[in-house]
């Protein structure tokens, strides 16, 4: 079989079992890169020809050292059909970096400031719940229940549905845009599509909030804003769509109000 079968085989499976398309992009580049760099047949290769290569990998950061390595494991599971647990892969430890969070009232004046009515509207249903860069961009209108005051988030992180509550502030600024703006599939379009994009989402926060940021800040300062003001952590477990109580707890290192709560010696 030739490598480029390998490749190939790769990607049915992975479209198979429902990976996103972004994931299967990069994990198409990081098995091809691996293919092309080995001198044996994938078939005869051992651990330590595996970690012979993550060795000489340079990577760019422990996420990409990571993902490298799960598009290999997926490679040899899922293609070579060989128990991976044998094959030594070390991970790197993971970074214990907390996340950038923006002051709430901060954000709601850059808020108020903005003319463009869909770029305000994007960049606060956003904060408003901590929607996710890919969460907001897949948003349909059927998605949005204004009888029950809740967003259905489908298939978001995971391939999990979640529903999050809807602001009664939020729901009015839609609708407005939404008589303006007349979307018919996705909540928000683009200039040549029907949907809006990554890149799109990152220059209007960049534009509007923070030229240096990145708009998945304001998931998290939204998180932040909602413990200072006494949501339960579970209930923003849920609002989030974190599968382990852990993920959240972050946001409790982060908080103005818990390091205010500490008594200092002098």
Do not use: W
């Not at 040899?76 to 996340?99: G, I």
């Not at 949005?144 to 529903?163: C, E, L, Q, V, Y």
């Amino acid at each position: 079989m030739k490598k480029t079968d390998y490749s190939e085989i790769s990607k049915q499976k992975l479209e198979y079992l429902h990976y996103s398309p972004k994931t299967i992009q990069l994990y198409i580049s990081y098995i091809n890169q691996f293919l092309n760099g080995i001198t044996k047949s994938p078939t005869e290769l051992t651990s330590k020809d595996f970690q012979s290569y993550l060795d000489g990998y340079e990577f760019t950061s422990i996420s990409q050292q990571n993902q490298v390595i799960n598009a290999i494991r997926f490679l040899y599971k899922n293609v070579l059909n060989k128990k991976y647990d044998k094959v030594s892969f070390k991970r790197p430890k993971s970074e214990k970096k907390l996340p950038q969070v923006i002051d709430a009232q901060f954000i709601l004046d850059k808020l108020s400031k903005i003319e463009n009515l869909k770029h305000k509207s994007i960049l606060t249903l956003t904060f408003s719940v901590g929607l996710r860069v890919s969460e907001i961009i897949n948003l349909k209108i059927e998605d949005i229940d204004s009888k029950r005051m809740i967003i259905h988030i489908k298939n978001a992180k995971g391939r999990k549905d979640r529903i999050v509550p809807l602001s009664s502030n939020v729901l009015e600024l839609l609708r407005i845009y939404y008589l303006e703006y007349k979307p018919e599939e996705y909540i928000f379009n683009g200039q040549n599509s029907n949907q809006y994009s990554i890149k799109s989402c990152q220059n209007i926060f960049k534009k509007y909030i923070n030229p240096k940021g990145h708009i998945h800040t304001l998931r998290h300062s939204c998180f932040t804003n909602l413990l200072e003001n006494g949501t339960d952590l579970r209930i923003i477990q849920k609002i989030a769509g974190h599968s382990s109580s852990k993920t959240t707890e972050i946001y409790t290192h982060v908080s103005n109000q818990t390091l205010n709560k500490v008594n200092l010696p002098i």
